[in-house]
């Protein structure tokens, strides 16, 4: 079936640092979504992006999907120590949601 | 808060048993989904339910079983419990048609 592999797998950055999460499927996806869970919690819904080559902001944040609707992007500019948490993204497969595998951030003060 | 609802939080069990985990679901969104969560991993789908029926079913096997109530709020149930049923599981409600998902805290699942 349809998977999506995130890379890297875990990053530790230096508060200030800028981050990036990538997001691989092999086949093309009609959305994808980002979502955010903390440690010890549960996956919050960030955005979702449905069109070609699109680009969404959200204040430090900034996502992409590729021309080819086969990988997606995740950017953090200067990450701050609440950006601590797993990132992970995942398309709507016929109104279930099929997650990648994930990226875990740690941010140093 | 997403206003979705899971209990309990926390629970152990034996190899063999039987377990019932709740969710409440936002108001307003008529479809429950279930995920599985193990330590380390991404969410897995294991079912979801749409007024109050069976609408799309991941890779689990029969003993995991489900209900929606009239109300949306819904049920999972994992019968004959085995040890790499432990996990974190969370419900998710939405909207049909919106893919947007709003999930509960969990409910982590220990099994010995």
């Known amino acids: 079936g349809q998977q999506v592999m995130q890379i890297p797998q875990y990053q530790h950055v230096q508060e200030g640092e800028d981050f990036t999460t990538y997001c691989n499927s092999s086949?093309?996806?009609?959305?994808i979504q980002w979502y955010k869970q903390r440690p010890g919690g549960h996956p919050v819904f960030l955005i979702q992006?449905?069109?070609?080559?699109e680009v969404k902001k959200q204040k430090r944040l900034t996502f992409q999907f590729g021309e080819a609707k086969k990988n997606s992007s995740l950017h953090i500019t200067a990450t701050q120590t609440t950006d601590v948490g797993t990132y992970f993204c995942?398309?709507?497969?016929?109104?279930?949601?099929?997650f990648g595998t994930g990226t875990r951030l740690q941010v140093f003060p | 808060e997403t206003g979705v609802t899971q209990s309990p939080t926390h629970l152990i069990k034996t190899r063999g048993q039987q377990v019932t985990l709740r969710c409440s679901s936002q108001s307003g969104h008529n479809t429950v989904s279930w995920y599985q969560q193990a330590l380390g991993q991404g969410p897995q789908f294991i079912f979801q339910?749409?007024?109050?029926?069976?609408?799309g079913r991941g890779n689990f096997p029969p003993r995991f079983s489900g209900l929606q109530f009239p109300n949306y709020s819904s049920e999972l149930n994992v019968n004959a419990l085995e040890l790499d049923d432990s996990a974190l599981y969370l419900c998710?409600?939405?909207?049909?048609?919106?893919?947007?998902?709003?999930f509960g805290q969990g409910t982590r699942l220990t099994v010995v």
């Open positions: 995942a398309f709507d497969n016929t109104d279930k949601l099929i």
């Open positions: 086949t093309t996806l009609s959305n």
């Open positions: 339910y749409y007024r109050e029926e069976e609408n």
């Open positions: 998710a409600s939405s909207i049909t048609g919106n893919t947007e998902a709003f």
């Open positions: 992006l449905v069109k070609s080559g």
